[in-house]
């Protein structure tokens, strides 16, 4: 029921990039495949296959080596991935912690560091600053200049596309921040930058190689200081005319509620968000993830307070995820950050929401899942982001250097 | 950011038939179009275009004709779709209404009726008898069964992809009805028949034809007796796992409000439909469409209880879109049903709302407008439904007969 058509007009020439993309895609989710298994994935011939993966073997991007023994039949060759080349580098910003990672073709994460911040110092500069200076302490920090496809960055605040402008990211006090150039500048690299939000690419994570592997259709949600939420529809992200698409923190849920950090009242976040369950098991606002480790505890050891405060959030997240299965109809529900720690001690709770708050059909289709990267999704799903660019087009990196060579040598 | 590849690997047979599907769709989207535009719109060559066009030519689906004069160069030749075939059948059931059309190719509306129905005749026998009476008034009925490619159902309740199951109408009382196999029976029919519900449908036509023209990220809200909502992401339909995407109207607002018929309690139809609508100006609950007629009149006459009925009602309508316009990231919200006549009272109260409980960056990129085709969306976009299957892949039409001729000859 495509609207329109999603696809240009097809000429011959374009159909070799296209089949170079869609074995890039399948080596990068799995792993490695069987040349066989690479055929009925992509449904492409087996003379086809044979082709494309020799073109990728050229450019030391894939290697081959036997299938395993003992099955019947000849032993199809198995096609892996170089997890050495090409590499993304992957950063994060969120309110308490900054990351970065190393990330290979096929997916091998290399090496991942995580610095927890205090929330004093949350300034441009200064964050920029920290986040270069971690990214060349990763071991392979040399190699992302040679070997790097691209370099992306998740960041807990409403990030514009394309360009990548961070518009909004009220938990950091941040507005109309140039992040891309700026650590660009401050990390010496002509390799691309893509910036997105952090739950988009938790979601995409989670998708590609977490608790909704398998699934087209997924609502991710994490809780944090803030409530991220990232969308994916028939396989694809749901991005919105400019990438804000998946602001379900802000969300109105009381119209007379309390006041939320973006201008709004009653969003959400207010009522679900890490300071929603502080203040309602007594603790102070602000107290962060220690408090919020505290209160779980106590919970876990019946603390009335604290198991009052659970329960409470996980109605609120449980009535709002009713009203998002319905607008979405999606296959799994993703909880990522505190929400999946949450549904540890009161996932009951949540599922007795949703049934009430969803139409039959719909619920009858969606589980709800923690997540399972855990607090690495958004990282990860920077890694994603990165590489996405040779996974649509590989062909651009497939023989540049040998055409240079001979034009410099005439 | 696709999470994975939405496009198989493509073998060079399959390029004419996606070529063949790229013309017939801007062919049909457009009406006529000259070669150049066509070139253009699909970014295939001339030759390409050529050959394509001869193909449909032959089938007599399209024809050509001189270009207009008086522009410079060469004038381009016109491709013009055959009105009259291929031709869709397209029927909807709507609470207090059912309706028929039959659609050329291109969209040229050949006829299209709609009666009123009393609510008390809603069986759905009873339902389908009427329907199919209603579709064989139709002048070219007869034609349907030689040059239709489907028959289109809209049916104001929701419905399951991609069998066309009814699961659940609440404001029909229906559940669990298998409506094609019904209609297919009544009509005699053997043209596939496809059902959806009537506001995703609503939305496919309000994109192609109407108010969301050249948009690709859309959200449509209907209001009728129930509320109903039609999404459109990067040019498709946001169907979800099973077709029950876009239900908007039981997105939960108020945890302890009134009993909606779907089972929960304070969703969002139960604040805006059209019996919120009445009961606020202190009308009988179940009046119908001359019901809300007075109230709108009284409304425009500055009748108090009316006005602020209808003002109470558009801020519930703002409210709620501000938190989908967050998830979804629109270009552009349609109002259909009365939220367009309430738009054109009270609009400003809308936008008011929409401000205040959406994203800024979100919020500076969406216009809300009133729906074009009104009341016709759903069936018009039934007939759009009835075509996919030959705008997907029109080579399926091109040439049956003759190869069956020569068959039978032998």
């Known amino acids: 029921m495509d609207v329109r058509r999603v696809e240009p007009g097809l000429r011959s020439e374009s159909v070799r990039r296209a089949n170079l993309s869609a074995v890039a895609r399948k080596l990068h989710d799995s792993g490695s495949l069987s040349r066989s298994q690479l055929g009925v994935r992509t449904g492409l011939t087996r003379s086809t296959i044979r082709a494309l993966i020799g073109e990728f073997v050229a450019a030391d991007l894939v290697s081959e080596t036997p299938g395993p023994l003992g099955t019947p039949g000849r032993p199809s060759v198995l096609v892996n991935p170089n997890p050495d080349r090409p590499l993304a580098l992957a950063l994060e910003i969120e309110v308490d912690s900054i990351a970065a990672a190393i990330v290979g073709f096929g997916g091998r994460v290399h090496q991942m560091l995580r610095v927890e911040r205090p929330r004093g110092e949350l300034a441009v500069e200064q964050t920029v600053a920290d986040l270069s200076a971690l990214a060349r302490r990763l071991d392979g920090f040399a190699d992302v200049r040679t070997e790097a496809v691209g370099i992306g960055v998740a960041v807990a605040g409403v990030v514009r596309q394309p360009d990548g402008l961070v518009l909004l990211a009220p938990n950091l006090g941040w507005r109309d921040v140039a992040l891309g150039h700026a650590l660009r500048q401050a990390l010496g690299s002509f390799v691309p930058i893509s910036v997105a939000n952090d739950a988009d690419l938790g979601a995409l994570a989670e998708a590609r190689r977490g608790a909704a592997r398998g699934s087209d259709n997924i609502l991710y949600v994490s809780g944090a200081v803030g409530v991220g939420g990232g969308i994916i529809v028939d396989g694809r992200a749901l ?3 400019a990438g804000y698409g998946g602001e379900v923190g802000h969300l109105p849920m009381e119209p007379e509620g309390a006041q939320c950090r973006c201008g709004a009242r009653g969003c959400w976040e ?4 890490e300071d929603a369950l502080l203040v309602r098991a007594g603790r102070a606002h602000g107290g962060g993830r220690e408090a919020v480790d505290a209160v779980l505890a106590d919970a876990r050891e019946d ?3 604290a198991v009052e405060a659970v329960e409470h959030v996980c109605r609120w997240l449980g009535y709002g995820l009713g009203g998002l299965a319905n607008v979405l109809n999606p296959e799994r529900i993703v909880l990522g950050g505190i929400f999946g720690r949450l549904e540890a001690l009161a996932g009951g709770t949540i599922r007795g929401e949703l049934d009430r708050h969803s139409v039959r059909a719909t619920r009858e289709l969606v589980t709800v899942v923690p997540a399972q990267l855990a607090e690495a999704a958004p990282l990860l799903g920077a890694a994603e ?14 023989r540049p250097e040998p055409t240079l060579a001979i034009a410099a040598g005439e």
């Open 270 to 273: 207010t009522l679900i968000g």
């Open 303 to 305: 603390d009335a307070a």
């Open 239 to 241: 991005a919105g005319v």
């Open 385 to 398: 982001l990165a590489f996405e660019a040779f996974l649509a087009d590989p062909a651009a990196w497939l």
